[in-house]
């Protein structure tokens, strides 16, 4: 079976963690994001991936090569301009060797979910469908692409990020994950921006296709946003969803080699700590990413947030629900903490930024 996975985005929610690194191959659980998704694809029965890519495209042949490490043959198609989800599909496309009536799975580069890629597949087989899609249900589905389906699971309407409550006809909405049938792809208009979401689908249901949904609820998660991203780090270290590619045993940390990690400091809920990084004694780094090469020094405190590469955390520091972008110098005794994001390469001061307990 044969794979388009779509890489091209630029992460621009993710920024600063996005600056130097495209999304897809931003270190979770030890290894770029994409290493899980093409693991996972692999132990679904795929065998050729076609990697859709645009922004900092550069930097994936390096580290996949040919994919044959990987048990896979991996190609490389790079949009010169962003062509929406769509136009890439159709774009790379022109790399699949399959017939007409062949499925083809395809996904999003920054969805991480526990979906039996295997069983959605042969769903999709036995339902003749055209596209199947992974659909799952959420409690607020606002801000997603809405699905209803009737009782056999085929599709009914698309209504993409709704904007009047009316319009919230259900709570199934679209997990960013499919299967078309190869001469379906053919269909899609090469050459310009095209979006799947709110043209190929709602063209081909209007034109009498055969669009097909299951509804899956195993673990599903949308890594656009920096807390995302490292809660879904932490529950693949810890083993709330499994990956192949995790470089080591699940468990309330992952230390990776290179690293140092001095007595008495605290790692804990899937904290991942990267090559060449230092923690001192005294440090607590809970549920959060150290990237490569940087520095939690003694007594700070890191939770729920990521440290960029080569970034430093001066002594008695605290960091809760923050990013430190790569090279970033965030001084002894500060405190962010609700989202805040420190650029790459910029300092803070020592004791610049202090937080006071709420009455």
Same mark, same amino acid.
């Given at each position: 079976?044969?794979?388009?996975?779509?890489?091209?985005?630029?992460?621009?929610?993710?920024?600063?963690?996005?600056?130097?690194? *495209?999304?897809?191959?931003?270190?979770?659980?030890?290894? *770029?994001?994409?290493?899980?998704?093409?693991?996972?694809?692999?132990?679904?029965?795929?065998?050729?991936?076609?990697?859709?890519?645009?922004?900092?495209?550069?930097?994936?042949? *390096?580290?996949?090569?040919?994919?044959?490490?990987? $048990?896979?043959?991996?190609?490389?198609?790079?949009?010169?301009?962003?062509?929406?989800?769509?136009?890439?599909?159709?774009?790379?496309?022109?790399?699949?060797?399959?017939?007409?009536?062949? *499925?083809?799975?395809?996904?999003?580069?920054?969805?991480?979910?526990?979906?039996?890629?295997?069983?959605?597949?042969?769903?999709?087989?036995?339902?003749?469908?055209?596209?199947?899609?992974?659909?799952?249900?959420?409690?607020?589905?606002?801000?997603? $692409?809405?699905?209803?389906?009737?009782?056999?699971?085929?599709?009914?309407?698309?209504?993409?990020?709704?904007?009047?409550?009316?319009?919230?006809?259900?709570?199934?909405?679209?997990?960013?994950?499919?299967?078309?049938?190869?001469?379906?792809?053919?269909?899609?208009?090469?050459?310009?921006?095209?979006?799947?979401?709110?043209?190929?689908?709602?063209?081909?249901?209007?034109?009498?296709?055969?669009?097909?949904?299951?509804?899956?609820?195993?673990?599903?998660?949308?890594?656009?946003?920096?807390?995302?991203?490292?809660?879904?780090?932490?529950?693949?270290?810890?083993?709330?969803?499994r990956s192949p590619a995790v470089p080591g045993k699940n468990g309330e940390f992952l230390v990776l080699p290179g690293a140092t990690v001095e007595e008495g400091a605290k790692l804990s809920g899937g904290t991942v700590v990267g090559a060449g990084s230092f923690v001192a004694a005294d440090a607590v780094i809970e549920g959060s990413i150290v990237l490569d090469g940087a520095r939690v020094e003694s007594g700070a405190q890191v939770r729920a947030s990521l440290v960029g590469a080569g970034a430093r955390v001066g002594s008695r520091t605290v960091l809760e629900n923050a990013v430190i972008g790569d090279r970033a110098e965030v001084g002894e005794d500060n405190e962010l903490q609700g989202g805040a994001?420190?650029?790459?390469?910029?300092?803070?001061?020592?004791?610049?930024?202090?937080?006071?307990?709420?009455?």
């Amino acid at each position: 079976m044969e794979a388009i996975l779509l890489v091209g985005g630029k992460g621009s929610r993710l920024r600063p963690v996005t600056e130097y690194t *495209p999304k897809p191959m931003v270190p979770t659980a030890g290894v *770029p994001f994409l290493a899980h998704q093409l693991a996972k694809a692999r132990a679904a029965g795929v065998t050729h991936v076609v990697l859709a890519t645009s922004y900092l495209a550069e930097v994936f042949e *390096p580290y996949f090569g040919d994919g044959s490490d990987l $048990g896979l043959r991996v190609t490389y198609i790079h949009e010169t301009e962003p062509l929406g989800t769509g136009g890439a599909i159709r774009n790379a496309a022109d790399a699949l060797t399959c017939g007409p009536d062949e *499925p083809v799975l395809i996904f999003n580069g920054d969805i991480l979910t526990g979906l039996d890629i295997a069983a959605l597949v042969d769903s999709h087989r036995a339902a003749g469908a055209d596209v199947s899609l992974h659909l799952t249900r959420v409690e607020d589905p606002s801000a997603f $692409g809405l699905v209803p389906t009737d009782e056999a699971g085929r599709v009914l309407a698309f209504t993409e990020k709704p904007q009047r409550p009316e319009e919230i006809v259900t709570d199934q909405v679209n997990a960013g994950c499919y299967v078309f049938r190869r001469s379906v792809i053919d269909t899609i208009p090469a050459g310009r921006v095209v979006s799947v979401e709110r043209e190929t689908f709602p063209g081909l249901l209007q034109s009498g296709a055969h669009l097909h949904g299951v509804v899956d609820q195993t673990y599903w998660l949308d890594l656009g946003r920096p807390a995302a991203l490292i809660q879904a780090s932490a529950d693949l270290v810890r083993g709330v969803v499994r990956s192949p590619a995790v470089p080591g045993k699940n468990g309330e940390f992952l230390v990776l080699p290179g690293a140092t990690v001095e007595e008495g400091a605290k790692l804990s809920g899937g904290t991942v700590v990267g090559a060449g990084s230092f923690v001192a004694a005294d440090a607590v780094i809970e549920g959060s990413i150290v990237l490569d090469g940087a520095r939690v020094e003694s007594g700070a405190q890191v939770r729920a947030s990521l440290v960029g590469a080569g970034a430093r955390v001066g002594s008695r520091t605290v960091l809760e629900n923050a990013v430190i972008g790569d090279r970033a110098e965030v001084g002894e005794d500060n405190e962010l903490q609700g989202g805040a994001r420190v650029w790459c390469h910029s300092t803070i001061p020592d004791a610049a930024i202090r937080f006071s307990p709420k009455p």
